[in-house]
């Protein structure tokens, strides 16, 4: 082939790619509407159940914000994004957003305006939602009071800062579709199954990710990490250790204490509160889908944890003060909240079973906030009045309550991290 033919090969290869390139990066805006119609106030409740099981609020209302009006900072291993006003506000807001234009951003991750959306916006699970869903969460949302509440800038470090390489991340990953129902499971199975791997997306915090952010195949719903919290297994809930009831399951998804398993807390207690005001058949189907999820497969032997299993009669005898100093006036035996409002006995509670001390030492550093204008537990935090030494005296004294036998090998580490990770 002559120069000129190498030339002309070339350029085609470059117009293709370029073209390729264009296809894959590229979406047009849709137009503007200037008024909606007026939406049936039947259709705005059951949007506004839609959103609430959506966990809307948790991440587009930053503390002592506006509801709905976005500004919550969202932390991931690229930089930190900023969640959006989804008010009805005209100019800050999704509030010339069509039908449309909804639509598109939940199940392709695709603004109005045509820029592509970070996938902390879980659109590769809202894309599961139904037609119908969809409509009356649109509808609930521009029903609500616009507040005008500009966009903060992201801090993305290079290269996610440039907005179109999502769609190769789209390529890879955005493949789930709404799935049909399995007609040898009941209804409610189906149902919670729907919301589960839908509105709720679960798996985007119980599951491990990739290097690329996305969850690994064929590990979901099998564990994850959440702003320095654990986001357990919900595999095997059914015949762990400690099996969790679906009773037990249902209290524990809707804010309350449940019975031998505790409480919400960290990332999960606003989940919580958000699933307390949706119907409660809802809240038993997520149960009953949960609790199938590896059912039949049988508990594996847990070895000890390393290290010695040898009490320190010093060390122990420091826990016990510390622990009737800062945590038996509710969760000692004879407490009163033990029976005013079911204060669990920590011996009893997930954390302190897990193999992992980071979720009861978070708990205790953190504590339990009540968000404005909600009731239920409440938990003071202590990281400013617990220094590492007694955090590591408290805990291996519980600790030695519950687990005798596996004490927590990881109980130094965690404490210096946690702190570190606070600073």
């Given at each position: 082939?002559?120069?000129?033919?190498?030339?002309?090969?070339?350029?085609?290869?470059?117009?293709?790619?370029?073209?390729?390139?264009?296809?894959?990066?590229?979406?047009?805006?849709?137009?503007?509407v200037k008024q909606h119609a007026l939406q049936e106030s039947e259709q705005i409740k059951r949007?506004?159940?839609?959103?609430?099981?959506?966990?809307?609020?948790?991440?587009?209302?930053?503390?002592?914000?506006?509801?709905?009006?976005?500004?919550?900072?969202?932390?991931?291993?690229?930089?930190?994004?900023?969640?959006?006003?989804?008010?009805?506000?005209?100019?800050?807001?999704?509030?010339?957003?069509?039908?449309?234009?909804?639509?598109?951003?939940?199940?392709?991750?695709?603004?109005?305006?045509?820029?592509?959306?970070?996938?902390?916006?879980?659109?590769?699970?809202?894309?599961?939602?139904?037609?119908?869903?969809?409509?009356?969460?649109?509808?609930?949302?521009?029903?609500?009071?616009?507040?005008?509440?500009?966009?903060?800038?992201?801090?993305?470090?290079?290269?996610?800062?440039?907005?179109?390489?999502?769609?190769?991340?789209?390529?890879?990953?955005?493949?789930?579709?709404?799935?049909?129902?399995?007609?040898?499971?009941?209804?409610?199975?189906?149902?919670?199954?729907?919301?589960?791997?839908?509105?709720?997306?679960?798996?985007?915090?119980?599951?491990?990710?990739?290097?690329?952010?996305?969850?690994?195949?064929?590990?979901?719903?099998?564990?994850?990490?959440?702003?320095?919290?654990?986001?357990?297994?919900?595999?095997?809930?059914?015949?762990?250790?400690?099996?969790?009831?679906?009773?037990?399951?249902?209290?524990?998804?809707?804010?309350?204490?449940?019975?031998?398993?505790?409480?919400?807390?960290?990332?999960?207690?606003?989940?919580?509160?958000?699933?307390?005001?949706?119907?409660?058949?809802?809240?038993?189907?997520?149960?009953?889908?949960?609790?199938s999820l590896g059912s039949n497969k049988p508990v594996e032997p847990r070895s000890p944890a390393?290290?010695?299993?040898?009490?320190?009669?010093?060390?122990?005898?420091?826990?016990?003060?510390?622990?009737?100093?800062?945590?038996?006036?509710?969760?000692?035996?004879?407490?009163?909240?033990?029976?005013?409002?079911?204060?669990?006995?920590?011996?009893?509670?997930?954390?302190?079973?897990?193999?992992?001390?980071?979720?009861?030492?978070?708990?205790?550093?953190?504590?339990?906030?009540?968000?404005?204008?909600?009731?239920?537990?409440?938990?003071?935090?202590?990281?400013?009045?617990?220094?590492?030494?007694?955090?590591?005296?408290?805990?291996?004294?519980?600790?030695?309550?519950?687990?005798?036998?596996?004490?927590?090998?990881?109980?130094?580490?965690?404490?210096?991290?946690?702190?570190?990770?606070?600073?």
């Amino acid at each position: 082939m002559n120069k000129k033919g190498l030339w002309l090969g070339g350029l085609t290869l470059v117009a293709c790619g370029t073209a390729i390139a264009v296809a894959l990066m590229w979406r047009p805006s849709l137009a503007p509407v200037k008024q909606h119609a007026l939406q049936e106030s039947e259709q705005i409740k059951r949007g506004a159940l839609v959103v609430e099981t959506g966990d809307c609020a948790v991440c587009h209302t930053r503390p002592g914000g506006e509801y709905l009006a976005g500004g919550l900072p969202l932390v991931t291993p690229f930089g930190t994004l900023y969640s959006t006003n989804i008010t009805p506000d005209d100019h800050t807001g999704i509030g010339e957003w069509s039908l449309e234009a909804f639509e598109r951003a939940m199940r392709h991750g695709i603004s109005r305006e045509g820029h592509f959306l970070y996938p902390a916006f879980p659109y590769a699970h809202y894309r599961r939602m139904s037609e119908g869903d969809l409509k009356d969460a649109y509808a609930y949302l521009m029903s609500g009071q616009p507040v005008d509440s500009p966009a903060m800038s992201n801090q993305m470090n290079f290269p996610m800062n440039i907005r179109p390489l999502v769609s190769f991340w789209n390529l890879l990953f955005l493949h789930g579709e709404q799935q049909q129902s399995e007609p040898q499971q009941t209804a409610q199975w189906n149902r919670g199954r729907y919301l589960v791997e839908g509105a709720g997306h679960c798996a985007g915090c119980h599951s491990p990710l990739n290097l690329l952010g996305a969850e690994k195949s064929g590990q979901s719903l099998s564990g994850g990490m959440v702003d320095g919290w654990e986001a357990p297994s919900l595999i095997g809930l059914a015949n762990a250790r400690k099996p969790w009831s679906s009773e037990q399951l249902v209290d524990y998804l809707r804010g309350d204490v449940a019975a031998s398993h505790g409480a919400a807390a960290g990332p999960m207690r606003p989940v919580s509160l958000s699933l307390a005001k949706v119907p409660v058949s809802d809240v038993e189907a997520i149960a009953e889908y949960l609790l199938s999820l590896g059912s039949n497969k049988p508990v594996e032997p847990r070895s000890p944890a390393p290290g010695s299993t040898t009490v320190d009669p010093t060390a122990q005898n420091e826990g016990a003060e510390l622990f009737q100093a800062s945590c038996a006036g509710c969760h000692g035996s004879g407490a009163p909240m033990r029976l005013i409002d079911s204060r669990p006995d920590l011996a009893d509670t997930s954390a302190m079973r897990s193999a992992s001390s980071r979720n009861f030492i978070k708990t205790v550093l953190d504590g339990i906030a009540i968000p404005p204008g909600s009731s239920g537990l409440g938990m003071p935090a202590f990281a400013a009045t617990l220094n590492g030494s007694q955090l590591t005296v408290l805990a291996t004294y519980l600790r030695a309550s519950a687990q005798p036998d596996h004490p927590w090998a990881d109980l130094s580490e965690t404490i210096e991290d946690l702190r570190e990770d606070a600073k």
